[in-house]
């Protein structure tokens, strides 16, 4: 089995359609080139070309797209984004963002904030 592409998202921007770039479009972390399928696009190039060379996910999902859709989808993709920069778990769930606080800074508790707060 052939290794998967992987991409940065920076890597990806670069791909927006401009100065006759080609057009990718990211999908739950997966990257896919629509460059030969975007006048094909039933809502026509436009909608494509908002979210070019950028996350399109809730775009897509917000366009309610049929089994087909995702179908043809699936044959355009090239790769996924790099595992250190994947909004997405494995069962294409948004990631939450985890906030970590540096050694030696002041880490209050959330009750101690909301206390400092009614207190104050």
């Known amino acids: 089995m052939a290794a998967v592409a992987r991409y940065t998202w920076e890597e990806v921007a670069t791909h927006n359609g401009k100065n006759g770039s080609s057009i990718w479009i ?5 990257v896919y080139d629509v460059t030969k399928y975007i ?3 039933p809502d026509g190039p436009d909608s494509i070309m908002e979210v ?22 699936a044959k355009l ?13 494995a069962n294409g769930k948004k ?12 880490a209050r508790s959330c009750c101690n904030v909301i206390t ?4 104050a």
């Open 26 to 30: 990211v999908y739950k972390d997966s």
């Open 39 to 41: 006048h094909e696009h």
């Open 52 to 73: 070019a060379g950028k996350d399109s996910t809730k775009d897509f999902d917000a366009a309610g797209h049929s089994s087909d859709a995702r179908h043809i989808l």
């Open 77 to 89: 993709k090239i790769g996924e984004i790099v595992e250190e920069e994947k909004k997405y778990d």
């Open 95 to 106: 990631k939450k963002k985890v906030v970590a606080v540096p050694p030696g800074k002041n």
């Open 116 to 119: 400092c707060g009614l207190v």
